[in-house]
C-alpha cells in the first residue's frame, strides 16, 4: 500500500492524555516514525521504532502499534505541544518513505 | 553536534533551472543517506527520495522521479537538489534530512533548516 491516513485535527484539554492515529497497510510490518512540525520550523523526530525517543524528547510522547494502525500518545499535552504530527514509514517495496497527511494537535 | 545547514531561500521563474544544497558536519558524511522533502505552503510533508552518499545510489519517488535530480559532492559532504525546469507548482519548502542510524530510512532525526524555493513570473 502507498498510503498512510491520519486525522486531519485533533485537540486535548492541557494537562490531559491524547492519542493521534495512523492507518495504513505497510504499518503490519513496519514501525511508524513519528514527526512534529511547527510553522516555520524544521520537522523534529520524536517517536522511532517500537517505541523510542531520541535524545531531548520528553517522556510524554510514547508509540504504540497494532495491526495496520501507529499510534502516538501525550500523556500530560502541554502548550508548546501544540503542532502538526505526521506519521512515517516505509511502503511495502521498503525502499520508499510515506508521509501521513498529518493531524493538527490543538492543546485548550 | 550533527548538523545540516541549507542554502539560502531561491525566487526563480517558470523555465529556470535551480540547485540547493544541504552541507553536512560533525558526522562520517558516507555513513547516511540523505533524504530530501518537500513542503507545499500550508500542505504536508512529502519525501521526494534519497541518496547514498558512499555511490550516489537514488531512490526517487514516483511523484518526483524526473522531474529532480539529487547528487553528491563527497569533497564538501554537500548533497544537492536539482531542477532543470521549474513549474511553479514547485513552490515549497525543501528539507533534507539525514537517518538516526546508518541504513536506516524513515527514522529522520536531523534536519537542515529547510530551503524556500519560490516559482512565479
Known amino acids: 500500500s502507498s498510503e498512510l491516513t491520519q486525522d486531519p485535527a485533533v485537540s486535548v484539554a492541557l494537562g490531559q492524555t491524547v492519542r493521534i492515529t495512523c492507518q495504513g497497510d505497510s504499518l503490519r510490518n513496519m514501525y511508524a516514525s513519528w514527526y512534529q512540525a511547527k510553522p516555520g520550523q524544521a520537522p523534529i523526530l520524536v517517536i522511532y521504532g517500537k517505541n523510542n525517543r531520541p535524545s531531548g524528547i520528553p517522556d510524554r510522547f510514547s508509540g504504540s502499534s497494532s495491526g495496520n494502525t501507529a499510534s502516538l500518545t501525550i500523556t500530560g499535552a502541554q502548550a508548546e505541544d501544540e503542532a502538526d504530527y505526521y506519521c512515517s514509514s516505509r511502503d511495502t517495496s521498503g525502499k520508499r518513505v510515506m508521509f501521513g497527511g498529518g493531524t493538527k494537535l490543538t492543546v485548550l | 553536534e550533527v548538523q545540516l545547514v541549507q542554502s539560502g531561500a531561491e525566487v526563480k521563474k517558470p523555465g529556470e533551472s535551480l540547485t540547493i544544497s544541504c552541507k553536512a558536519s560533525a558526522y562520517r558524511f558516507t555513513t547516511y543517506w540523505i533524504n530530501w522533502v518537500r513542503q507545499r505552503p500550508g500542505k504536508g510533508l512529502e519525501w521526494m527520495g534519497r541518496?547514498?552518499?558512499?555511490?550516489?545510489?537514488?531512490n526517487y519517488s514516483p511523484s518526483f522521479q524526473g522531474h529532480v535530480t539529487f547528487s553528491i559532492d563527497e569533497s564538501t559532504n554537500t548533497a544537492h537538489l536539482q531542477w532543470t525546469s521549474l513549474m511553479t507548482s514547485d513552490t515549497a519548502t525543501y528539507f533534507c534530512?539525514?537517518?538516526?542510524?546508518?541504513?536506516?530510512?524513515?527514522?529522520?532525526?536531523?534536519w537542515g533548516q529547510g530551503t524556500l524555493v519560490i516559482v512565479s513570473s
Open positions: 541518496i547514498d552518499p558512499r555511490d550516489s545510489y537514488t
Open positions: 534530512a539525514r537517518p538516526n542510524l546508518p541504513g536506516d530510512t524513515t527514522a529522520l532525526s536531523h
